[in-house]
């Protein structure tokens, strides 16, 4: 079990589900002092991370960081894992796949770390992941595409929902608006074109016809001429999979070319940065997330809520930004990971390894986690809700 004060029974069993709050802080400062002496007299746990923090996927890496690292400094005042801290090391990938290989060859080769999580995109992580399965390394990516852990790698999990989850929610949307020729834009990286192909496969059981399936340079500052091209093909619907700045400019073209047919994003458009940088334009846009944007909104009795609240108040509170489902997909694949040494009650790598693999019910920020041997994600559709833009700020779709 993590080394709390003992006064914290509530804490501990809220963080075996996924919950860290710092409540224990109005306990004795001396048994805090104690536990944190304690832990420092065992050696650390070397965890390696490798996060796009700079460069165009700033916007989700930058997060992820600033997330993994209050939770190191949450758990190590706690006392640390098994009274053993945690040693936190993080390495910025840029967003880049051969930057995330140097890192990942860094961190289990010089620095050996007991496991990875990250990185930050779907590409970078189809790299590493060869690697951690090569160098029988636990990785937890935060990255979205489904072929990461499909098919299933033995030390490779990831904590974003599905793709093809993703893509279901949005026929399924689409199909009570009475949509059926769908324009289908992505971006050319691996996350784009691993929704490519999700709603490719899913479409024809929507009754949705892929009127048009493009991809676009991701780094692109103006896509007028590809929504031009949409705006010909007499389409009922824009669906956009991509991630950094191109979710933004398609809204904003399709706004200068009075394209007004309703857009659709993939669930890599959770972060309110996205929608600020063409407000207007965005106004309406729907799109399949996890429930961290609308926490709030949940009721009282929601099993997440509690999970999300604490997890938004600290971040928020800690970095005057808003939490993003990004910054909560490194809080899960931490939380699991620290889960998994606590139930194994051990650092032997394969021993966690199998209670990684057998987790079971696991509050996170993404969802309700429930892993197995042949699924290494543990989310279920119902983990998704479909989400809008109202009046400049996320909302539960009507």
Known sequence: MLKLQRTCLATLLLLLSGWLLVSCSKSDPV???????????????????????????????????????????????????????????????????????SAAKQLIEEEQVFAIIGPTRSGPSMKVKDICEQTQTLMLSCAAAEEIVNPVARYVFKTPQKDSFAAQMIFDRMRTMGIKRVAALYGGTGFGKGGAEQLTKYAPDYGIELVMLEMYDPAAINLSDLVTKVKGANVDA?????????????????RQKQLEIPLFQSHGYGNIKYVEQAPEASEGTLFPCGR????????????????????????????????STFGGHAYDALMLLVN???????????????????????????????????????????????????????????
Do not use: C
């Open 31 to 101: 048994d805090a002092a104690s536990d944190t002496a304690a832990a420092a007299q065992k050696p650390p746990i070397k965890i390696g991370a490798i996060f796009a923090v700079t460069g165009p996927a700033g916007f989700l890496g930058a997060p992820e960081k600033r997330t993994a690292e209050m939770l190191v400094e949450q758990i190590n005042a706690q006392g640390g894992v098994n009274g053993h801290p945690i040693e936190l090391i993080v390495m910025d990938s840029v967003g880049d796949a051969t930057k995330a290989v």
């Open 238 to 254: 824009v669906v956009n999979w991509s991630i950094v700045s191109a979710q933004g400019i398609i809204a904003s073209n399709m």
């Open 292 to 323: 961290l944007l609308i926490a709030e909104a949940l009721p009282e009795d929601h099993p997440q809520k509690q999970v999300l609240m604490a997890y938004k108040k600290a971040y928020e509170e800690k970095f005057g930004e808003a939490a």
């Open 340 to 398: 998994a040494i606590t139930v194994a009650d051990s650092l032997d790598k394969e021993k966690v390894r199998d209670a990684l693999e057998s987790t079971k019910g696991f509050v996170g920020t993404a969802g309700i986690f429930n892993m197995s041997a042949e699924d290494h994600n543990g989310l279920q559709i119902d983990a998704f809700e479909m989400l809008t833009v109202k009046d400049g700020k996320f909302a539960p779709a009507p």
